[in-house]
């Protein structure tokens, strides 16, 4: 995906005037435009916190992963309650999953952010 092109190419340690201007462009090129399109789509197929039917899917893991990227990278500017409910919705839903709580809560999931945030620089 291109937003995975970009992150390889342009996070990791860079002059604060150089990142600010990469991080601009990835939440201006890439990820407004992705927000968009999902919200959308998820409140065209009524907000029920899944893309398909009424069972978590890959695309609702998907995004789950994404919301916690693009919140990295701008707080809630893009991503909250209030401006996407039906996104929203989905990373809620995800985060009930009881196997998804205990991930959450274990060592290795705490090791594993913090090592992809250090690896982004941001």
Same mark, same amino acid.
Request: net charge neutral.
């Given at each position: 995906?291109?937003?995975?092109?970009?992150?390889?190419?342009?996070?990791?340690?860079?002059?604060?005037? $150089?990142?600010?201007?990469?991080? @601009?462009?990835? &939440?201006?090129?890439?990820? %407004? +435009?992705?927000?968009?399109?999902?919200?959308?789509?998820?409140?065209?197929?009524?907000?029920?916190?899944?893309?398909?039917?009424?069972?978590?899917?890959?695309?609702?893991?998907?995004?789950?992963?994404?919301?916690?990227? $693009?919140?990295?990278?701008?707080? @809630?500017?893009? &991503?909250?309650?209030?401006? %996407? +409910?039906?996104?929203?919705?989905?990373?809620?839903?995800?985060?009930?999953?009881?196997?998804?709580?205990?991930?959450?809560?274990?060592?290795?999931?705490?090791?594993?952010?913090?090592?992809?945030?250090?690896?982004?620089?941001?």
């Amino acid at each position: 995906a291109a937003w995975m092109v970009y992150l390889h190419t342009y996070c990791g340690p860079k002059p604060p005037a $150089v990142k600010a201007e990469i991080k @601009e462009r990835i &939440i201006n090129t890439i990820f %407004t +435009p992705w927000v968009k399109n999902h919200e959308k789509h998820l409140a065209d197929a009524g907000s029920n916190g899944h893309y398909v039917g009424n069972k978590a899917t890959l695309a609702d893991f998907r995004t789950h992963n994404l919301i916690s990227l $693009v919140q990295g990278f701008s707080g @809630e500017d893009l &991503i909250s309650a209030s401006k %996407t +409910p039906a996104l929203w919705k989905v990373k809620t839903t995800i985060d009930e999953i009881p196997g998804v709580i205990a991930w959450k809560e274990s060592e290795d999931f705490k090791t594993f952010a913090q090592r992809n945030f250090a690896i982004l620089d941001y």
